[in-house]
């Protein structure tokens, strides 16, 4: 049994939704500090989970929510309302749901805005820095949906309005003195 040692000792961790220090206490599981520490480290499984949950879900909501209320205010089939950035995040969505989260190849070549962040047949495994881009492809897809849909309307924001919305900014954030 590898793990980490300490005075002769392997040290876990356990973990439980209750109050450790009580005598009723369901203890819910027991892992080795080395593994617990791994499983929520940077690109570990529980950060892997998290990415994965967010595309999932966001994913979600267009299709669900925003999609088909666009398409009946458009008065257009559903089908017919296309984003590319969307469009990648139900190619990413439907490996992580059924393929376990392993993007093939064909899969891998109908990204069309998110290509560059995975490999073609292997496991989606995204860093902070890509989570951030796929946020700011967001943006930018809700600025461009905003105009393209409303641009002809009374009152319709002009694209300088919306500048916040679809910038584009790929890098780390820096705070500024």
């Given at each position: 049994?590898?793990?980490r040692i300490e005075n002769?000792?392997?040290i876990v961790m356990r973990a439980s939704l209750e109050d450790p220090t009580r005598s009723d206490v369901i203890h819910q599981r027991t892992i080795r500090a080395d593994?617990?520490?791994?499983?929520n480290s940077?690109?570990?499984f529980n950060e892997q989970q998290?990415?994965?949950a967010i595309i999932v879900f966001i994913f979600a909501y267009w299709d669900e929510k925003i999609r088909p209320q666009i398409a009946k205010i458009r008065g257009v089939k559903l089908d017919e309302v296309r984003i590319n950035a969307f469009g990648d995040?139900?190619?990413?969505?439907i490996s992580i749901v059924h393929k376990g989260?392993?993007?093939g190849a064909a899969n891998h070549a109908k990204l069309k805005v998110f290509n560059g962040l995975?490999?073609?047949d292997a496991k989606i495994s995204l860093t902070h820095d890509q989570m951030h881009t796929i946020f700011v492809a967001i943006k930018s897809a809700i600025g461009s949906l905003i105009l393209e849909y409303t641009a002809h309307l009374p009152g319709a924001p002009k694209p300088e309005d919306i500048v916040d919305v679809a910038i584009r900014n790929t890098g780390r954030r820096v705070a500024q003195a």
């Open positions: 049994m590898s793990g002769g000792k392997t593994e617990f520490i791994t499983a940077e690109a570990g998290v990415c994965w995040l139900r190619v990413l969505r989260g392993v993007l995975c490999q073609a």
